[in-house]
């Protein structure tokens, strides 16, 4: 594999696709994010620990990184390396990373690290560098506490501790509230016999309370649920001789091991009830209601409460089935059929069957799902309205669907190809968007994967290739290959104003913004043109609707006063700004509508719009504060004020290349900063 180097931002590689045309400059009010694009943000893979106030944080070359999906957005937060991963079990190349996740409160971003002293312990981050540092030396010396099982209740952060892991020694819970002193010792949990590596805490918040279960799926012996609220004497056993199941609004559910028998608990003795007389199979939770099988065929559904416990339908559910909500109706799936249900038996209603539906998912008031053969289809809750939208090629296989921001991407993956006498290959990936029609299923980009034709029991997905993948915030993160060098990046797909001015862009928040606020509709439609100089035209478009926000403004329909405009798209809005005292033209009766705008006027114009007419900026005192620009230019006193107020920096190496124009990239930047815009 190649040594990982994180891309230059201006380098980093944009993969970009056009899906729909955008308002043009005359129409910015209606302007939409139709373009999708992808951007690989890192080379090789990193691994994702956790999201905090929108941002992804992740490990790259054992160092803690954060993203917002933007270049200008991914950072380093660790000088040192201390994320260095646990080691899964497994023969040569199936030995796996693995890094307990993170979690976050209080906005301090809480993960397990080692610098190389301390052992593994607690860190935390503030998203910052400074602000990057372990809590507590919890195992004092070079022995490490190795933090797992990380939640997040109240304000706390929960966590287990262990010298080696929760199944060869002791397993302590600890609380954290970012501080060495609010970081204490709880409890001493006690696993069940026969527990075998694939133990997990099992958690949940419920009304303020921590609720915990120590699960071994292999032990085959009643397990404990916990209960606690941060303190020494409020963590206590609440139910004994119980299994964790779910958590949902409020609730925990749990089954007691002797009889199978559904439980409720609120996180108190006295909100803890039985809901069944009968041992059930199996149970989820989607937004309040959960849905179980009696050992017999038949379907329930509980809000919690005993009244609220009743049967539903004749059909028995596994694990196999899926759940989703879309516009207050459940859509769920049993063996190879579509149902519904709005939690009253006589709603309860097959919709088709012969589908094998699976990966349901909710967007724009549908549900959408992939077919026995791989097809995408859609359903409104009629058997007439649920119908194919897109087929692939035969060979092709829809693998995926990832709704972001109501919009659904779809991974459609190639035949892999695997080497001779090998059992590791690649598989070539084709990402699509689409808007729920044939016409609207279009190819955005290409990818490829790892695929791996397992030659012993060994070889299995969890432990081989740990999932990265997540959706923050209307952008979706991944991992994949890029599809011509075969070679491991880290991705971000997400939907933009503009083309051109993607998330690799260096200026491409100060361009959203600029879009968001309706003062820009590009240059064209899909296109901002970033790199382009700005003319005297367009300034006084930009200069008049920044001045104006966030009202919509329109000028008023006058005769030119300058000779060279009359009949140019722009004559209105400059008269505009000559009415408003910004400009007097660039000579005699004359605009030069097409002439650029260079550094020096557009200090002129910023502060004159910002401030008005009348402003004049103070005396330049001995300098302007840029090598370029003696106190003697015409524009100096504008200059060093523009940069006094922070709305410039500068051209770079302490110049400010006054008669240089001013590219619509710079343009965004400037305006946004002037206007405050948010």
Known sequence: MNKRTVLARIGMIAVLLVLSSMSSLQNVAALEKLSTVAVALADDSPY?????????????????????????????????????????????????????????????????ADDGVHGYELWQSDGTMAGTYMVKD????????????????????????????CYSSPCELWRSDGTPG?????????????????????SANVNGFLLFDMYNNN???????????????GTSVLVTGAEFLSASEGKLFFITRNDGHLWVTNGTSAGTLSLTDFPIDYL??????????????????TDGTPGGTIKLADIPL?????????????????ADQLWKTNNIPAGTLLIMDNLSPKQLNSANGQLFFINAVR???????????????????DSQKLSEIVVVNGKILLRVEEPPVIPTNDYIGTQDWHLYKSDGTQAGTQLVTDFAQTYVQCPTPLCWSGILAPENSTVIEGKWFFEALDNVSHTPKFWVVTDVFFQDAAPDHWAFSWVERLAETGITGGCSPEHYCPNDPVNRAQIAVFLEKGMHYPDAFTPPNVAPTFSDITGHWAEDWIEALRSDVITGGCGVGIYCPEDPVTRAQMAVFLLKSKYGSGFTPPDIGASTGFSDVPVTHWAAAWIKQLAAEGITGGCGGGNYCPDSPVTRAQMAVFLVKTFNLP
């Open 48 to 112: 994702f620990l956790g999201e905090m106030n929108g941002d992804l944080y992740y490990e790259f070359q054992s160092q803690l990184w954060k993203t917002d999906g933007t270049s200008a957005g991914t950072m380093l937060l660790s000088t040192v390396s201390p994320l260095g991963p646990h080691i899964t079990p497994g023969a040569g190349p199936l030995r796996a990373k693995h890094y307990p996740k993170g979690g976050s409160a209080n906005s301090l971003f809480f993960f397990a």
């Open 138 to 165: 919890i195992y004092e010396g070079a022995t490490s506490s190795n933090p797992e099982n990380i939640i997040v209740v109240s304000g706390l952060v929960f966590f287990t501790t262990s010298v080696n892991d």
């Open 318 to 334: 596994d694990g196999s089935s899926e759940f989703v909500e879309v516009n207050g109706t459940v859509y769920f799936t049993y």
């Open 284 to 301: 989820t939770c989607v937004n309040g209601m959960c849905y179980f099988s009696e050992s017999t065929p038949t379907m329930w559904t």
């Open 182 to 202: 609010g970081t204490l010792f709880l409890t001493t949990i006690q696993m069940p016999p026969l527990a075998l590596p694939l133990v997990r805490l099992v």
């Open 219 to 233: 032990s085959g012996v009643a397990s404990t649920i916990w209960r606690s609220d941060g303190t020494v004497a």
């Open 375 to 393: 097809q995408l289809w859609k359903s409104n809750g009629t058997n007439a309205g649920t119908m194919m939208v897109t087929s692939f090629e």
